[in-house]
């Protein structure tokens, strides 16, 4: 594996020169993540020491942890929307931050139906580059040869917005691919990727699916890892496959592109690829003409060694059927990041799902640890709450990380739940929980209480005419299918059956569900083709009750019994199913435009 006996660190023996000094650097800022915080946050408070936001805490120009932690508010987004909504209205006042805001990453989070706009700085791409530059060096520890062929990375742009005053607001991803940090990247013998460019930066999902899925074909024998961002998107990418796999075969026996590729600059991308190959196209109709799905990517991509996707968090529910299509082969999650800010990446990346750490790298902001505990009462003003310092995390603890950024977000709640799972040299490692008040999640969306909550409760308004309400319901994100749906479980009460509600009207409660739901949601179900229809299951009468004997039958207390508004528990499921009257899906798509709502 080392090409160089004199190159050595203690994660293991580097693959070349440029590893070496990232698997160095990995060490250094775990050494001592204490001192590497104390120093960011003092930069950071000094950098932004005179902006507004600081200044309302009179600060003093101190840029200690003591006088911050006694003086800023830990805050959530709501908090600093007032702020973030002057700096999208054109305010160019240094607000958050003293270095001007560059752009808005649309976060998949939401706040009142609408993506979180999360500021961000130039010079923010140059720590995230870092972090980039250093998953492959881990992983080379652990496959060797991975620059003896290439990645099959299904890599996608979405459209992007302006604010009122001209900012560009697009999501993180987007935003990078669009960066001469991506386009401009110099050559990496170890992350050489099948598809070109054009491919990836092409706004029309259809397209460049159709390009990337064609090139990873034609080149299937060099392919040594495939992978998309999360499980959802490769997903999606063999489900393509499913579907259009003759035409891709047909385009690769005549080297002909297909017609539908209108797109001038992908058709250029790909005119040095599309040669003719009968036999590359014998191949593709044998291995997909059957119908036999097991194994797909290990049939087509033969020298695959793993897939490169994040299967923790919400996205271990896709974990059997990613190793049914891949015979088992390892899933490699490497990294942990969000808009706001890129935390950190996994030093074991070949390690098990269930057994996924992520060490948070101390250099890419200043990390706070917000104890959790459900059975806690709600913060409040008056008694503020504990915050530990990265080096003080203690192992089997959870906690809610709170960010403090260069971009100008202090103490900020992320949301995300993570437990410490023990330490490389003295930085804590994490094991991703959940996130906080998600209920369902298929993709990127992410939908909590209230929103089910509101969108049941539209969607009934059309059952007033039927007299006939909703008395109980729950909900279960189905991934058997792909693209996966929401199914919600309606039990209704109806006043008079001669006038029950029609098949068309219970069509029609989807579709407004739909409708009410966030615009993440439904970006996945109109743009992205990544959330299929959503269904309603209307269940018998009563079945809700027997769904609670049987929690109690488990040890539910009676008094605290709360119908689970999601459910995902193998005999919960059996039982609703087993009482199911009726199915509904949504008959179109919802209504969504890349705009936002303007709430100014
Ligand atoms: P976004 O801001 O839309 O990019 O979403 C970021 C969120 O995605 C994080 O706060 C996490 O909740 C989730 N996420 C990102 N990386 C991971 C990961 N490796 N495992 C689980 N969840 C993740």
Known sequence: MAVDSGLSSPLGPPACEKDAKALQFIEEMTRNPDQVQEKILAEILSQNGETEYLQRFKLAGATDRDTFKSKVPVVTYEDLQPDIQRIANGDRSPILSSHPISEFLTSSGTSAGERKLMPTIHEEWDRRQKLYSLLMPVMNLYVPGLDKGKGLYFLFVKSETKTPSGLVARPVLTGYYRSEHFKKRPYDPYNVYTSPDE??????????????????????????????????????????????????????????????????????????????????????????????????????????????????????????TLDYFSGGIPLACTMYASSECYFGLNLKPMSKPSEVSYTIMPNMGYFEFLPHDPSAPPLSRDSPPRLVDLADVEVGKEYELVITTYAGLCRYRVGDILQVTGFHNSAPQFQFIRRKNVLLSIDSDKTDEAELQKAVENASLLLREFNTSVVEYTSFADTKTIPGHYVIYWELLVKDPSNSPTDTVLKQCCLAMEESLNTVYRQGRVADNSIGPLEIRVVKSGTFEELMDYAISRGASINQYKVPRCVNFTPIMELLDSRVLSTYFSPAAPHWTPERRRTD
């Not at 109709?285 to 020298?303: A, D, K, M, V």
């Open 199 to 320: 491919a990836i930066l092409c706004v029309d999902s259809f397209q460049s699916m159709y390009a990337q899925m064609l090139c990873g074909l034609l080149m299937h024998k060099e392919v040594l890892r495939v992978g998309a961002v999360f499980a959802s998107g490769l997903l999606r990418a063999i489900r393509f496959l499913q579907v259009h796999w003759q035409q891709l075969a047909h385009d690769i026996s005549t080297g002909i592109l297909n017609p539908k590729i209108t797109d001038p600059s992908v058709r250029e991308g790909l005119a040095g690829i599309l040669k003719p190959s009968q036999e590359l196209a014998d191949f593709i109709i044998q291995e997909c003409s059957g119908g036999n799905w097991e194994r797909i990517i290990t049939r087509i991509w033969p020298n695959t060694k793993y897939l490169d996707v994040i299967v923790t968090g919400a996205m271990a529910q896709y974990i059997p």
